[in-house]
C-alpha cells in the first residue's frame, strides 16, 4: 500500500494496524486513569495490618494471660519459695539480656535493618515478662482468672517477678556507664600516647641538629 493509498486508521509506522477512532463524545480509559495511586494502595494496605494486629492483639488478650498463669502454676505447684525462685529467674533473665540487646543498638556498625532485626529480637526474649504484665496489669476476664490462678498455685511469682525486673534494669544502667567510662578513659590513654609520640618526634630533629654542631 503506498502512502498515498493508506486508511486514515492505519498506523503512522505503517504497521497496518488499524487504530479505533474515537468519536468526539466517547471516552477513552488509560491504565494509569483507573488504576489505584501507590498511596492508595499502601493506605488500604495499612488499614489491613491495623485491623489484623487488632484482631491478634484480642485473641491474645483472651488466651495468653490465662495459659501463662496455667504454665506458671505447674511450675510452682502452689509453693512460695518456688514461686519466689521462679519469679526471680524469669523477672531478671528475661529483662537482663534483651537490654543487653536493646544496648547494642548505639553501635555505629549495626545499619538500620540490623537494629530493627535486634529489637524486634529483644522484644521476643521478654516474652515472659510481657506475659506476666498482661495478668498483673490486664483487665480482661483472662487477666482476673491468671490472677486468681497466680494466687492461688503461684504465690510470690508476680511480686519476685518485679524485682527481678527492678534488679535487671539497674545491673545493665550500671554496666551501660560503667562501658561508657572505660571507653572515655580508653580514648583519653590513646590520645596522650599520641601527644608523646609527636613530642618524641619533634625532639629528634633538635636532638639531631644539636649531634651535627657539635
Not at 506458671?72 to 518456688?82: E, K, L, M, N, P
Not at 504484665?133 to 508476680?158: C, K, M, Q, T, Y
Amino acid at each position: 500500500m503506498s502512502h498515498e493509498e493508506r486508511n486514515p486508521g492505519d498506523r503512522p509506522d505503517g504497521s497496518g494496524t488499524p487504530i479505533r477512532q474515537g468519536s468526539a463524545d466517547e471516552r477513552v480509559y488509560v491504565k494509569s486513569d483507573v488504576t489505584p495511586s501507590l498511596w492508595v494502595r499502601r493506605a488500604v494496605m495499612a488499614i489491613v495490618l491495623v485491623a489484623l494486629g487488632y484482631v491478634t492483639y484480642l485473641v491474645a488478650l483472651a488466651f495468653f494471660p490465662r495459659w501463662w498463669a496455667q504454665r506458671v502454676a505447674d511450675q510452682v505447684g502452689g509453693d512460695f519459695t518456688s514461686g519466689t525462685l521462679w519469679g526471680l529467674f524469669y523477672g531478671f533473665l528475661f529483662t537482663f539480656v534483651p537490654l543487653l540487646l536493646v544496648v547494642q543498638l548505639r553501635r555505629r556498625f549495626f545499619s538500620w535493618t540490623w537494629r530493627g532485626i535486634i529489637l524486634v529480637v529483644a522484644v521476643l526474649l521478654a516474652l515472659p515478662n510481657w506475659l506476666t504484665l498482661s495478668i498483673v496489669a490486664g483487665n480482661s476476664n483472662a487477666a482476673h482468672a491468671g490472677e486468681r490462678i497466680l494466687d492461688v498455685d503461684g504465690p510470690g511469682f508476680r511480686a519476685a517477678s518485679a524485682i527481678g525486673v527492678g534488679v535487671a534494669v539497674l545491673l545493665t544502667v550500671v554496666l551501660l556507664f560503667a562501658g561508657l567510662a572505660a571507653g572515655r578513659r580508653k580514648a583519653q590513654v590513646k590520645d596522650l600516647r599520641g601527644q608523646l609520640r609527636d613530642r618524641k618526634d619533634g625532639d629528634r630533629p633538635e636532638r639531631q641538629a644539636s649531634t651535627d654542631e657539635g
